[in-house]
């Protein structure tokens, strides 16, 4: 256990859920300025495509996600550098934001890192090699189930909607988890050509 308590991007996690935390505590000024509302980012606020993952309609919504965020750390991207940990991060929430803002701008405002967390999911179940992949396989049929599930125009989030009070948006865990499969799938080329360079430099 003491291992992973001192793995840089374990703790890399932590450090990002204190701060999602703080950020709940700063509410509303801080869910005001750094959420995406539609209109104020066409106006140039286009922070907000990034910071809205970061940001909740409250403490059950921020909890939820803070404890997502830390296990899927700690189940599947534990392995990689802190480095390359917020690059994909950073993709996966600018690729929910983004799409959020042009595809779904009946979200007034949006908020959560939900999407961004679907995005972490896919691309560790790519990158791990912690799990058999039998099991990263079936993971991954369970995910896209859900997506299928969660996107067929019929889907309720009855419970979660009771419990935060707000329309779970849950295109945002389709545009997640295609930020987190090119991610993953350009991480997977870029390790191949290394390889591919290294294996002929000493051939």
């Known amino acids: 256990m003491k291992k992973y308590f001192s793995n840089p991007t374990i703790l890399t996690a932590i450090v990002l859920s204190v701060a999602i935390l703080t950020l709940t505590l700063c509410e509303p000024y801080a869910f005001n300025s750094l959420s995406?509302?539609?209109?104020k980012t066409g106006e140039g606020q286009y922070w907000r495509l990034l910071t809205a993952n970061f940001v909740h309609f409250g403490w059950a919504h921020t909890l939820m996600n803070v404890a997502a965020l830390v296990l899927c750390t700690f189940a599947l991207l534990s392995e990689i550098s802190p480095l390359k940990y917020l690059c994909l991060l950073?993709?996966?929430?600018?690729t929910v934001?983004?799409?959020?803002?042009?595809?779904?701008?009946?979200?007034?405002?949006?908020?959560?890192?939900?999407?961004?967390?679907?995005?972490?999911i896919v691309a560790g179940l790519l990158l791990t090699r912690d799990y058999?992949?039998?099991?990263?396989?079936?993971?991954?049929?369970?995910l896209v189930g859900k997506l299928i599930n969660e996107n067929n125009g019929?889907?309720?989030?009855?419970d979660l909607q009771m419990l935060i009070d707000v329309k779970i948006a849950v295109?945002?865990?389709?545009?997640?988890?295609?930020?987190?499969?090119?991610?993953?799938l350009v991480t997977k080329i870029c390790i191949s050509a290394t390889v591919r360079n290294t294996s002929g430099k000493t051939s």
């Open 36 to 39: 995406l509302n539609p209109e």
């Open 90 to 94: 950073f993709v996966c929430c600018l």
């Open 97 to 120: 934001g983004t799409g959020i803002y042009w595809f779904n701008p009946e979200y007034k405002p949006y908020a959560g890192l939900s999407g961004a967390i679907h995005g972490l």
């Open 132 to 142: 058999p992949l039998w099991v990263r396989i079936a993971a991954g049929v369970i």
């Open 154 to 158: 019929h889907y309720e989030a009855n």
């Open 171 to 184: 295109e945002s865990h389709l545009y997640g988890a295609i930020g987190g499969l090119a991610s993953a």
